[in-house]
Nanobody, 122 residues
Framework: QVQLVESGGGLVQPGGSLRLSCAAS????????MGWYRQAPGKARELVAT???????NYADSVKGRFTISRDNAKNTVYLQMNSLNAEDTAVYYC????????????????WGQGTQVTVSS
């Protein structure tokens, strides 16, 4: 069983930055693919970024060049650095973990965090 706890969300002005963190329990974290998804009001959950157990990354086109996903296996933590935020980034952000070394589809993820709200507004 893996438990995920997100933190770092909040209110930020357009153009600002935030760093989300997701702390995972479980001794096999280093073998687990991790991902960040988001869901805006009235919209479906969408991929933001994923990272394999080996550190390879994948991003949605809408965040490429602005967001960076990374992981610290020693701390069982995955991060999402978000820069140049705009109103379209406003959503609840969810951390997810898969019992796979790589995963890109939501149905491949076995565990989800409770979500953290990110609001971009002036």
């Amino acid at each position: 069983q893996v438990q995920l706890v997100e933190s770092g969300g909040g209110l930020v002005q357009p153009g600002g930055s935030l760093r989300l963190s997701c702390a995972a329990s479980g001794s096999i974290f280093r073998l687990t693919a991790m991902g960040w998804y988001r869901q805006a009001p009235g919209k479906a959950r969408e991929l933001v970024a994923t990272i394999t157990s080996g550190g390879s990354t994948n991003y949605a086109d809408s965040v490429k060049g602005r967001f960076t996903i990374s992981r610290d296996n020693a701390k069982n933590t995955v991060y999402l650095q978000m820069n140049s935020l705009n109103a379209e980034d406003t959503a609840v952000y969810y951390c997810a973990a898969a019992n796979l070394m790589q995963a890109t589809r939501p149905d491949e993820y076995d565990y989800w965090g409770q979500g953290t709200q990110v609001t971009v507004s002036s």
